[in-house]
């Protein structure tokens, strides 16, 4: 069996691994290929070119990007009408997966793609796409499935990963123990993001709140972890820069580990919210775009959600405080930071809702995906 299977960014990357783990458990000689990061390889995926080089994000970052992000979905394209697969499944991507998986249906092959298009919140004019490019929709929240079929789209709730795998109950020393840090002094995790058109617009104010947070605490330690050392080395020199003697420890990778051990997170707006929600930690989200993709999305009324966090969508409520664009200075960070620490009650409570989301997301993600594709596909289960 030939599986076609793109991602184009880290979290994608894990839910493709889980995918194939649990694709190969039912098939164990199925050959994967497509564009894997280093999860999905030591899942068993071949790549055919970097992760990386399709991980852009903004309107105005993509169209500076557009020509050879083009270039490469043709050559994807090419590759896989050449060597057609049983099934080709998109993760996430949607505006560079979806014209592929048009393509490569009306030329028919069955079409997979995990993760819904956040149609729900912006740009629902996008069904009528989806509508003409996937056989099936996987997804990760019960919302959008509910949302999909209301439009004919084939789609099923599958739930997050994350959720069956993160334990309902975390232990914040075990974590600690497991970094070296130490059990008496308080830690926030900063989590500026996965990206470097992120890591350059967040480092700086991340940096300067966690100055602040340590002016008034001096016992805070900060824990910082990386999905690559490109990340990282901007970052170590930021903070050469502007807090050569801040108690922090950096990670290579170990993202969990490090949510897992703070009192309270300082993140970039995407997966790693979802990710804070789980392991039940208080969290401020924060996010920058470039000005002309802010403004744009603005002036075109494309925004139809109160939020910007994954955890405050499926909470229903503001539970994360969200900092986007001119809001995003280190002196409102370090206030909201700071005022997790100084109320426990109100973070015992926001861990209660959390738990009870984490709960409601248990659904065996990776197994429930992998009977779908291959229910799809005419293929047999145990």
């Not at 991602?7 to 691994?17: F, I, R, T, Y």
């Not at 050469?240 to 970039?268: F, K, M, W, Y």
């Not at 779908?372 to 596909?377: N, P, R, T």
Request: charged share 20%.
């Amino acid at each position: 069996m030939l599986i076609g299977i793109v991602a184009n960014e880290p979290s994608g990357d894990l839910l493709g691994a889980a995918l194939i783990r649990a694709l190969r458990m039912q098939y164990p000689d199925a050959h994967f290929i497509g564009v894997a990061g280093t999860q999905m390889q030591a899942a068993g995926c071949e790549t055919l070119l970097p992760l990386e080089r399709l991980s852009v994000m903004g309107l105005t970052e993509v169209l500076a990007h557009l020509p050879e992000l083009l270039k490469l979905r043709g050559m994807l394209r090419r590759y896989f009408l050449a060597h057609r697969p049983n099934v080709f499944i998109g993760i996430d991507a949607p505006d560079f997966n979806l014209n592929l998986e048009r393509q490569l249906r009306e030329a028919g092959i069955k079409t997979v793609h995990v993760v819904s298009p956040t149609v729900w919140a912006w740009r629902a004019g996008r069904v009528k796409t989806i509508r003409r490019a996937v056989d099936l929709m996987l997804c990760l929240f019960p919302f959008e499935a509910d949302f999909l079929t209301r439009h004919h789209i084939p789609a099923m709730t599958i739930g997050h990963p994350l959720a069956d795998e993160i334990p309902l109950i975390v232990d914040r020393d075990a974590a600690r123990c497991a970094l070296n840090l130490s059990l008496a002094d308080s830690v926030i995790a900063l989590l500026p993001g996965s990206r470097m058109s992120e890591m350059r617009r967040l480092a700086v104010p991340f940096i300067d709140a966690a100055c602040r947070c340590h002016l008034i605490r001096p016992n805070l330690h900060f824990v910082v972890p990386f999905v690559n050392m490109t990340l990282r080395d901007f970052f170590i020199k930021e903070l050469a820069q502007r807090a050569p003697h801040l108690p922090v420890t950096l990670l290579n990778g170990r993202s969990r580990e490090a949510i897992a051990a703070a009192d309270c997170v300082l993140t970039a707006s995407g997966t790693a919210t979802l990710e804070t929600l789980l392991l039940k930690r208080p969290m401020v989200v924060a996010y920058r775009v470039h000005p002309l993709t802010y403004q744009l999305v603005k002036w075109l009324g494309l925004i139809k959600v109160p939020f910007i966090a994954m955890a405050n969508l499926l909470a229903g409520r503001e539970l994360a405080p969200e900092f986007i664009q001119a809001q995003c200075r280190a002196d409102l960070l370090a206030t909201a930071l700071l005022d997790w620490l100084d109320h426990p009650k109100r973070v015992a409570a926001i861990q209660a809702d959390y738990e009870r989301i984490h709960d409601e997301l248990r659904r065996n993600a990776a197994q429930t995906a992998a009977h779908a594709v291959l229910k799809l596909i005419g293929k047999s289960t145990i």
